[in-house]
């Protein structure tokens, strides 16, 4: 087997050098990481189903004309993705109080929102991912006005439809987080959704029970982490069960 040359190693993914000039492989680990890496498990199944779910996510933003980084799966736990320039910034998006906006804005957990919140933080790991202003982000030359104008207009479209298509599975999408990268071509550069959307990086709730589908799971130490993704998987036609036993369990659908 030909050794892949390695371009980066995060939390959850690592990204290899891709077959074609402009492209790379996005490999998805097990790990589990929460407080900024300070909780780690590895979950076995984890990197299988944020592949799928975040493929699933990718392909349904393509179709709606939202340009994003990915290419296709190419097997259970990789992905060909177009190779970007990432924007220093996360991008989340908030429709309910959870995590630390309740800590910071003295929130119950599942207040509603009086409309959806945008807030940005620097990707700093040894900072704990600070939250910025877009003052910080032009100052620093992290991105230009125009590039947050884009970013803002894209996530906003980006909560719209994952909104729906989750309320219409019977889950709320409480919160999420986007990364952006620039994608190059001669003189021309754009703004693409990049890294991942699966719930390592939302907060997904059952509309009727409330129950976490996320990694709330994991960093609450509630247990079922597999089983809650499995179920976001199974709602959105990822996993169907498996009908030639029921010992045998769900199974993951063959995409074209």
Request: glycine share 8%; hydrophobic share 40%; with cysteine.
């Amino acid at each position: 087997m030909n050794r892949r040359r390695r371009i980066y190693e995060g939390k959850a993914k690592i990204l290899y050098e891709g077959p074609e000039p402009g492209t790379l492989i996005q490999h998805f680990k097990d790990d589990a990481t929460a407080f900024n890496n300070q909780k780690h498990a590895l979950i076995e199944g984890k990197g299988v189903l944020n592949n799928r779910i975040s493929e699933y996510m990718f392909t349904n933003l393509e179709a709606i004309g939202i340009p994003t980084h990915f290419i296709r799966r190419l097997n259970m736990r990789e992905q060909l993705v177009r190779s970007v320039e990432i924007v220093p910034v996360e991008v989340v998006v908030r429709n309910v109080a959870a995590g630390s906006i309740c800590k910071r804005l003295g929130l119950e957990e599942g207040t509603p929102l009086p409309r959806s919140i945008i807030e940005f933080y620097y990707k700093a790991d040894e900072l704990n991912d600070p939250m910025v202003t877009e003052e910080h982000i032009t100052a620093f030359g992290w991105a230009t006005p125009q590039e947050i104008d884009d970013m803002i207009s894209m996530t906003q479209r980006v909560n719209d439809f994952l909104s729906g298509l989750f309320l219409g599975v019977g889950i709320r999408l409480v919160d999420f987080k986007l990364e952006f990268g620039r994608q190059y071509d001669n003189d021309m550069v754009r703004l693409i959704v990049a890294d991942e959307i699966s719930p390592d990086g939302c907060r997904l709730w059952d509309i009727q029970s409330q129950e976490k589908l996320d990694k709330d799971r994991f960093r609450r130490d509630l247990g079922d982490l597999i089983e809650a993704y499995q179920e976001v998987a199974r709602r959105l036609g990822i996993l169907v069960e498996n009908e030639q036993g029921k010992h045998q369990g769900p199974i993951l659908v063959r995409s074209s």
